[in-house]
């Protein structure tokens, strides 16, 4: 599966920004679609995932804030960040997780870099 993101740059505090990522699948089953987050000096967070029948999970940091939403036909994930904080500010990076026939595999982007000034 290749992943390809858009959005993301710089936003001032309590500004928004969106994120975009487009799965080709090659034979896979895109099931479950999210975002991860690693700011400078720290691991690689979940931010949010979406399963393809649209169950949600979010990270506590960014609840009520960000609202992750999908496209099935298009294997499309957004990230819509709202009321952004300077604390957001990570390389962003587009993760699948995807199957073909019984084998499971995890996928990622190439990461979008988020600047959230305050």
């Known amino acids: 599966v290749q992943l390809q993101s858009s959005g993301g740059g710089l936003a001032q505090a309590g500004g928004s920004l969106r994120l975009s990522c487009a799965a080709s699948?090659?034979?896979?089953?895109?099931?479950?679609m999210g975002w991860y987050r690693q700011a400078p000096g720290r691991q690689r967070e979940s931010v949010a995932t979406i399963k393809i029948d649209g169950g949600t999970n979010y990270a506590d940091s960014v609840k009520g804030r960000f609202t992750i939403s999908r496209d099935n036909a298009k294997n499309t994930v957004y990230l819509q960040m709202d009321n952004l904080k300077p604390e957001d500010t990570a390389v962003y990076y587009c993760?699948?997780?995807?199957?073909?026939?019984?084998?499971?595999?995890?996928?990622w982007g190439q990461g979008t870099l988020v600047t959230v000034s305050s």
């Open positions: 699948p090659n034979g896979y089953s895109v099931k479950v």
């Open positions: 993760w699948t997780e995807a199957v073909r026939v019984v084998v499971v595999r995890e996928f």
